[in-house]
């Protein structure tokens, strides 16, 4: 069109900056603002809304409300295209909410960008007085102050709004079972799936992600292979995510078979479908598959995350491969740059402990930069019990206890069987006497476990 000498005029250049915000190319956008600049056409109240719509888009705020502050006139898209700028990343709310109370005429556009701005920044009490305040709702602004609840982790008030509802949307059946999912709640977002279910709402490739993590956590095969067969029989698309959610579904419930035919399946396997496959197979003992599959990993070029080492070091430990264990253990720091966290600690710790060199464990505890945590003691302490360590045994197990809530309380004993079996191992070694819980010094120790007739660890 310029080409040939046509000159664009106030009807063209919005259509032209929208095409660029679509596409959120903020280069060709710039070169546009530009030519709008050139041809004065930065005073028509369209074409600047289209610049502070394109700017809000490709997340450059600064430009955006330097756009906005230009004007000399203003209209209610204006304010609602700035307000929809701060919205998307949740920026400079209080300024968004001082531009809001001050604009004359607000919509619905207008309320909901409050609270999707609100939400986005995790002031989820502030989307609530916003959309308490709302003359009139939309399902926009139910489903976006559900989705804050669920994303923020409070699935009480979700779920009382959620019963408010007079309808709801797959996105909002999706955000609950999600929610619940996330928060550990497997249960209830199955209980929310079959509700679902019996209203007539067919879920997409997102919802059934959920639903698949959500009986990852109950680790029940039966669940898993009724799951497996109702994702085909309803024809839903079998993505990357679907299909990696089952890897790691079918991995937890202790189908590895399932979970490798599974993970073959994916047609472009990436870093979290490489990890499923990889911790799935290394914690039920196939440490030597698991590698394999991690070196299959590494000739894609494919570049592995925290998780994988995770998965990589605990296979190493299930198949007694200590020294390769020290070498991807080095290479995760060197080579790519992560840094070691209290799950790779464990993992290394029992991966030692395994091999019975605990000394070498103790002083990996006892360096640990985050300090010794449960985790890595409680493996250090199954690997003195098996190695009949008693010396170590009552000195990982003095900071152990020191770390965890009264040993004599039920509501320990029920939280502590949950957390994690290696400090479970701890629980059911102190109940049998293996050491008098911390408080005396180390000969009353001794003497404690003379006086109940208990033996050291065989």
């Known amino acids: 069109m310029v080409r040939v000498g046509i000159r664009p005029d106030n009807y063209t250049y919005p259509f032209v900056l929208n095409s660029c915000a679509a596409r ?6 710039v070169e546009v603002h530009g030519r709008v ?25 600064g430009d955006a409300r330097k756009v906005f502050d230009e004007m000399p006139e203003r209209d209610v898209v204006s304010y609602n295209a700035v307000l929809g700028a701060h919205a998307r990343g949740g920026a400079g709310m209080e300024i968004a909410a001082g531009l ?11 309320w909901n960008a ?8 995790g002031d989820v009490v502030s989307a609530r007085d916003v959309f308490d305040r709302m003359p009139e709702r939309d399902g926009v602004s139910w489903t976006t102050m559900l989705v804050g609840y669920t994303k923020n982790g409070f699935m009480d008030r979700a779920r009382g709004l959620f019963e408010e509802m007079r309808e709801r949307s797959l996105i909002c059946w999706t955000a609950m079972i999600s929610g619940y999912s996330q928060s550990g709640r497997a249960s209830e977002a199955l209980s929310v799936f079959w509700r679902m279910e019996k209203s007539g709402v067919k879920p997409d490739e997102f919802t059934m992600t959920a639903v698949i993590s959500a009986l990852a956590q109950l680790g029940r095969a039966d669940l898993a292979d009724w799951i497996g067969l109702y994702v085909e029989r309803e024809g839903i698309e079998q993505n990357e995510q679907v299909l990696t959610a089952l890897v790691d579904m079918h991995a937890k419930c202790g189908n590895v078979e399932e979970a490798c035919r599974v993970f073959e399946k994916i047609p472009r396997k990436d870093v979290f479908s490489y990890s499923a496959i990889i911790t799935g197979l290394a914690s039920h003992g196939h440490g030597i598959k698991a ?22 070091l605990t296979a190493c430990g299930h198949a ?7 070498t991807y253990w080095e290479s995760m720091v060197k080579d790519y740059d992560i840094q070691p966290r209290a799950g790779h600690y464990a993992c290394v710790v029992d991966m030692l402990g395994r091999a019975g060199k605990l000394n070498e464990a103790h002083s990996l505890v006892q360096g640990m930069p985050m300090g010794p945590q449960p985790g890595a003691l409680g493996a250090l302490l199954a690997a003195c019990r098996t190695y009949g360590n008693v010396e170590i045994a009552e000195s990982v197990a003095e900071k152990l206890f020191r770390m965890l809530p009264d040993i004599n309380t039920v509501a320990w004993k029920s939280s502590l069987l949950e957390q994690n079996p290696a400090i479970t191992l701890c629980f059911v070694l102190c109940c049998r006497g293996m050491y008098i819980p911390i408080g005396s010094n180390s000969g009353n120790k001794r003497q404690g476990r003379k006086r109940n007739n208990v033996e050291p660890m065989p």
């Not at 959120?24 to 956008?29: F, M, R, S, T």
């Open 291 to 312: 590698l394999e599959i991690f070196l299959r990993m590494l000739a894609e070029n494919i570049k592995p995350d925290h998780i994988t080492f995770v998965g990589v």
């Open 100 to 110: 809001f109370e001050g604009m004359q005429g607000r919509n619905a556009i207008s």
């Open 114 to 121: 409050m609270i999707v701005g609100y939400v986005n920044s």
């Open 37 to 61: 600049v050139k041809t004065g056409f930065g005073v028509c109240v369209p074409v600047s809304n289209a610049l502070i719509d394109l700017y809000g888009k490709c997340g450059e705020l």
């Open 24 to 29: 959120c190319d903020v280069c060709a956008g």
């Open 320 to 326: 007694g491969l200590v020294e390769d264990g020290m």
